[in-house]
């Protein structure tokens, strides 16, 4: 069992930044994907950026430009950098990590709120 831990959520302004942290309970250096899906109230869960072995980096085009994902191999931890929040950006964010194909293991969650 791979254990999932998000952090780094709250309160910001719009057009403000935030960065989220996601440690994870196993080595992610040869990990085959591991990102961040977000869900705000009364939608579906939605892929924010993901990161896939080879490099492979996707981002939704709503964050495109805006979110960096990253990651410390020494820490087992993942990033996702948030810059130029909007309102609409309010959400619970979900990390998860996928050692393997189809064996995904999600965190709790932490909440993001833009508002002024």
């Known amino acids: 069992q791979v254990q999932v831990v998000e952090s780094g959520g709250g309160l910001v302004q719009p057009g403000g930044s935030l960065r989220l942290s996601c440690a994870v309970s196993?080595?992610?250096?040869?990990?085959?994907?591991m990102g961040w899906y977000r869900q705000a109230p009364g939608s579906q869960r939605e892929l924010v950026a993901t990161?896939?072995?080879?490099?492979?980096?996707n981002y939704a085009g709503s964050v495109k430009g805006r979110f960096t994902i990253s990651r410390d191999n020494a820490e087992n931890v993942v990033f996702l950098q948030m810059n130029g929040l909007k309102p609409e950006d309010t959400a619970v964010y979900y990390c998860y990590a996928e050692p393997r194909p189809l064996e995904k293991y999600w965190g709790q969650g932490t909440q993001v709120t833009v508002s002024s």
């Open positions: 196993t080595s992610i250096s040869s990990i085959y994907s």
């Open positions: 990161r896939r072995s080879g490099n492979i980096i």
